[in-house]
């Protein structure tokens, strides 16, 4: 259940921030979560919404951008994407295998960011 501390984490800097610019009221919230960050972005906008509640941030419109895995092989030089066929909740626990050569010595360029990018705030 991290999915909680993150959102607790984004929460509280986006009321820290807003209170150091002396924003009236959080609008909108804009975050870019990587696809293989072990997140559900369903469940952080859920968290983010709940503890949202009672603040100047209630009722903030929560924007939730994927950010596509890129991949380096150490092997051959192959950059690009992985190319999963698996659907299954544990797709994410495959090993990373380059598409071109097979090689598990991949290095994940993009793709684990949970980033904070925008707070869109009335003043």
């Known amino acids: 259940m991290h999915e909680f501390s993150i959102s607790s984490e984004i929460v509280k800097t986006v009321l820290d921030t807003v209170e150091k610019s002396e924003g009236k009221k959080v609008l909108s919230i804009q975050l870019e979560m990587g696809e293989l960050a072990l997140l559900n972005t369903e469940q952080v906008t859920y968290w983010i919404q709940e503890l949202f509640k ?59 960011e949970c980033i904070l990018r925008r707070i869109q705030v009335m003043k």
């Open 54 to 112: 009672g603040t100047i941030a209630e009722g903030a419109r929560i924007k939730v951008k994927t950010i596509k895995a890129q991949l380096q092989c150490n092997s051959c030089g192959y950059k690009g994407r992985n190319i999963s066929k698996e659907k299954d909740i544990f797709h994410h626990s495959i090993p990373l295998i380059c598409p071109k050569c097979g090689s598990l010595e991949i290095k994940v360029e993009k793709g684990r």
